[in-house]
């Protein structure tokens, strides 16, 4: 059974800095691209960011790019997401979810995901 | 980035209706790159549809994909009292992917 658990929310000031991580199993987590999805409360989704099995492939959206940072260790069967100068916007609940299929791009659909992290920033 | 813009915003229907939801794209997505999720309150999205017209490893056949170019169509064909619920489709051939705003099924 494919599970994938989050953690690492919760409170934090604008401009301060956090890591998520996201832990795997069920799967060959080394075969296939994960992402990171958010969804601030009442709110649609929107993908923030997405990496290659191999980490040679990685997107951000535009509203993250150049403050979050995507990472993922094969060996821990884990994926991080480091957000960094934090601003009231990125509030949200933060899932993670996998790849419907493998290959050396990360551009794909999610066939499975987490229960999500909630991340709040406000002072 | 491609902007897709989801209609109606809210459907409203009865057990057994048919459902038809829109997904118009800013620009043309290839049909390999379309993608609709259901998602229930407090819960995590679903993949029901990728590639436009492919269903997800167990999703029951009322519900099918269709469109090209810049339309795309999700259908459930009779629904069921657990159908009602938020879609939203999702474009994956430009990064960065995008989703739509979402349909919401409520029941009439």
């Known amino acids: ?123 | 980035e491609i902007v897709l813009t989801q209609s109606p915003g809210t459907l409203s229907l009865s057990p057994g209706d048919r459902a038809t939801l829109s997904c118009r794209a800013s620009q043309s997505v290839s049909s390999p790159y379309l993608a609709w999720y259901q998602q229930k309150p407090g819960q995590a999205p679903r993949l029901l549809i990728y590639g436009t017209f492919s269903r997800a490893t167990g999703l029951p056949d009322r519900f099918s994909g269709s469109g090209s170019g810049t339309d795309f169509t999700l259908t459930i064909s009779r629904l069921e009292p657990e159908d009602f619920a938020v879609y939203y489709c999702h474009q994956y051939e430009i990064s960065p992917g995008t989703f739509g705003q979402g349909t919401k099924v409520e029941v009439k």
Request: charged residues 20%; aromatic residues 14%.
């Open chain 1, 1 to 123: 059974e494919v599970q994938l658990v989050e953690s690492g929310g919760g409170l934090v000031q604008p401009g301060r800095s956090l890591r998520l991580s996201c832990t795997a199993s069920g799967f060959r987590f080394d075969y296939y691209a994960m992402h990171w999805v958010r969804q601030a409360p009442g709110k649609g989704l929107e993908w923030v960011s997405g990496i290659s099995w191999n980490s040679d492939s990685i997107g951000y959206g535009d509203s993250v790019k150049g403050r979050f940072i995507v990472s993922r260790d094969n060996a821990k069967n884990s994926l991080y997401l480091q957000m960094n100068s934090l601003r009231a916007e990125d509030t949200a609940l933060y899932y993670c979810a996998k790849s419907h299929r493998g290959g050396s791009d990360y551009l794909r659909a999610f066939d499975y995901w987490g229960q999500g992290t909630l991340v709040t920033v406000s002072s």
